[in-house]
Antibody, heavy 122, light 110 residues
């Protein structure tokens, strides 16, 4: 079955960076775009961007364009997201999620990782 | 992109029906049929319950249905059950691989 397994909890200082991994299995890795979504405490879901694992191309909303980098590794069927210049507003649970249809990003997130808590604190 | 507009909370009794609205613009909800809905229980990963405006993934009860008119999408849950109590989010494609979520609606089943 389709599985996405994320790396564990992190604590970072303001101004630092973090990188989360998302190991996928159970499907053909290059066929499905992978999205990253976060949820800050008491807030809603926020879309952070998407990567095409086939060619590594990415799309980020304007809010995250300068601070977020997503990468994919076909050899390990893993996707990574790095966020830099952290502030306390980046404290959140970060999720990776697979897009349902192959070859396109319709934002139908049918399989999700378990989430990774990142806390930014002095 | 600004978050799509959803009511912050709704409360209903078991057995009743509820409709949650999701209002966007002519650049997202109004422009595409790539609308999805997610059910999110605290502490768990969100679950896809509607895609392509009206389609349900296998395993999702037919009590869940979706629709769209103009810039507003809607999720209807009929025959409410206690386990339906959760946060619900809409999501729309916004062109050029961009997407946007709604602000979320907390459904309480009293």
């Amino acid at each position: 079955q389709v599985q996405l397994v994320q790396s564990g909890t992190q604590v970072k200082k303001p101004g630092a960076s973090f990188k989360v991994s998302c190991k996928t299995s159970g499907y053909i890795f290059p066929y499905h775009f992978v999205h990253w979504v976060r949820q800050a405490p008491g807030q809603g879901l926020e879309w952070m961007g998407v990567i095409n694992p086939d060619d590594g191309s990415t799309t980020y909303p304007r809010k995250f364009q300068e601070r977020v980098v997503m990468t994919a590794d076909k050899s390990t069927t893993s996707v990574y997201m790095e966020v830099s210049r952290l502030t306390s507003d980046d404290t959140a649970v970060y999720y990776c999620a697979r897009d349902l249809y192959s070859g396109w990003a319709r934002h139908y997130l049918d399989s999700w990782g378990q989430g990774t808590l990142v806390t930014v604190s002095p | 992109q600004s978050a799509l507009a959803q009511p912050r909370s709704v409360s209903k009794s078991p057995g009743q029906s509820v409709t949650i609205s999701c209002t966007g613009t002519t650049s997202d909800v109004g422009a595409y049929t790539y609308i999805s809905w997610y059910q999110h229980h605290p502490g768990k990963a969100p679950k896809l319950i509607i895609y392509d405006v009206t389609h349900r993934p296998s395993g999702v009860p037919d009590r869940f249905s979706g629709s769209k008119s103009g810039n507003t999408a809607s999720l209807t849950i009929s025959g409410l059950q206690a386990e339906d109590e959760a946060d619900y989010y809409c999501c729309s494609y916004a062109g050029r691989y961009l997407g946007v979520f709604g602000g979320g609606t907390r459904l309480t089943v009293l």
